[in-house]
T-cell receptor, first 112, second 118 residues
Framework: AQSVTQLGSHVSVSEGALVLLRCNYS??????LFWYVQYPNQGLQLLLK??????LVKGINGFEAEFKKSETSFHLTKPSAHMSDAAEYFC??????????FGSGTRLSIRP | DAGVTQSPTHLIKTRGQHVTLRCSPI?????VSWYQQVLGQGPQFIFQ???????GRGNFPDRFSARQFPNYSSELNVNALLLGDSALYLC?????????????????FGSGTQLSVL
């Protein structure tokens, strides 16, 4: 069965610092992987997704993620954090039943 | 163009009551999915409908039901509410039957209905 594990329920970084949000997946088939962002009182918005092809995926708002099969990881990064990046971030994988399974989320806080 | 709209935005019910949540997809989208997001957790898949037929069901009790109308809007119904049903209920729409999972496809979420069961 497919699943994702997000390491760290809360990450705090200074404005301008590197953002790294960790996600490890479990999948018996080649996975489709996603990162979504949820701002307060809003629904989820797709940041980026990996299906096939290039393992480094670029998304919106300067975020990118790298699919590493050997490490079963799909970590999300951004070189320089901005105050507007403060939100909840969810890693997700497609299940064998073709449904999205979300991780438990990581809350990103940005310090001035 | 309007995005995915959900109503109401907030709802308070008591245990044992029934609730109906509504969702209007983006114009032209034929697939609607429902998710439950309990505080501090990721969204959990409840149902997917495409062209008015159920295409997928998550691990939820029969108290949960849904339907999709000819205009592709959808309702989620929950009977005999329990305290544990308190959550943010999210609706998402997409163009295709794959419900946002296909290569190059995208899932669009509404802002959700916050349900509190007292």
């Amino acid at each position: 069965a497919q699943s994702v594990t997000q390491l760290g329920s809360h990450v705090s970084v200074s404005e301008g610092a590197l953002v790294l949000l960790r996600c490890n997946y479990s999948s018996s088939v080649p996975p489709y992987l996603f990162w979504y962002v949820q701002y307060p009182n809003q629904g989820l918005q797709l940041l980026l997704k990996y299906t096939t092809g290039a393992t480094l995926v670029k998304g919106i708002n300067g975020f990118e993620a790298e699919f590493k099969k050997s490490e079963t990881s799909f970590h999300l990064t951004k070189p320089s954090a901005h105050m507007s990046d403060a939100a909840e971030y969810f890693c997700a994988v497609i299940s064998s039943a073709s449904k999205i399974i979300f991780g438990s989320g990581t809350r990103l806080s940005i310090r001035p | 163009d309007a995005g995915v709209t959900q109503s109401p935005t907030h709802l308070i019910k008591t245990r044992g009551q029934h609730v109906t949540l509504r969702c209007s997809p983006i114009s032209g989208h034929k697939s609607v999915s429902w998710y439950q997001q309990v505080l501090g957790q990721g969204p959990q898949f409840i149902f997917q409908y495409y062209e008015k037929e159920e295409r997928g069901r998550g691990n939820f009790p029969d108290r949960f039901s849904a339907r999709q109308f000819p205009n592709y809007s959808s309702e989620l119904n929950v009977n005999a509410l329990l305290l544990g049903d308190s959550a943010l209920y999210l609706c998402a729409s997409s163009l295709l039957r794959t419900g946002g999972q296909g290569v190059g496809e995208k899932l669009f979420f509404g802002s959700g209905t916050q349900l509190s069961v007292l």
